[in-house]
């Protein structure tokens, strides 16, 4: 992580983000003014804690739905590795692709790990609630997966229950 990198956190402004999505699509920060969002940034398709959280939040979509909630996974895989995960696994929310590491690093999730002795950069598991005008309400970093996907619905009935 560079000193310059940003951590955003609860009550700073989401940083602005524009990227591809699995099945061609695209998404970006305004598509959701007005409206909360859960960003969570994972660090690989198809691996057992990421395909776990993913399978969570899918279970959960309906949930989140019920709030007017949108969730979106965001990991530097291709969009064709998305679209393998996403229809593996039946994900029903859309899967961000950000190869170059922008929104990571906007996000400032893309930091040093150290596996083994061994230092690498990846991805943070972390998850950010952003509330229809755009704050970061809510900021999870270094999450744990079992769990996680209930403590975000329970932060964003908390949101909507507060707007």
């Known amino acids: 992580m560079s000193q310059t990198q940003t951590r955003p956190a609860a009550g700073d402004p989401a940083p602005d983000f524009a990227m591809a999505t699995d099945g061609g699509g695209q998404v ?19 691996t057992s804690g990421c395909t776990k959280e993913a399978q969570a939040f899918r279970d ?3 949930a989140f739905d ?16 998305h679209d393998t995960f996403k ?3 039946e ?3 859309p899967l961000g692709s950000d190869p170059e590491g922008a ?6 999730v893309w930091v040093e790990k150290s596996m083994y002795g061994r230092t690498y950069m990846g991805i943070e598991r972390s998850t ?6 755009g704050v970061v309400a809510k900021a999870w970093r270094k999450v744990k997966v079992a769990g996680h996907a209930e403590a ?12």
């Open 128 to 133: 950010f609630l952003i509330d229809g005008a």
């Open 60 to 62: 959960a979509k309906a």
């Open 91 to 93: 994900l029903n929310f």
């Open 152 to 163: 975000v619905l329970d932060a964003a009935r908390q949101l909507k229950g507060a707007s």
């Open 87 to 89: 229809e593996k696994y």
């Open 103 to 108: 929104v990571c690093e906007a996000y400032g």
């Open 66 to 81: 019920e709030l007017g909630v949108t969730i979106v996974g965001v990991s530097k895989d291709s969009v064709k590795k």
């Open 28 to 46: 970006s920060l305004s598509d959701f003014k007005g409206q909360p969002l859960v960003l969570y940034f994972y660090p690989k398709d198809d």
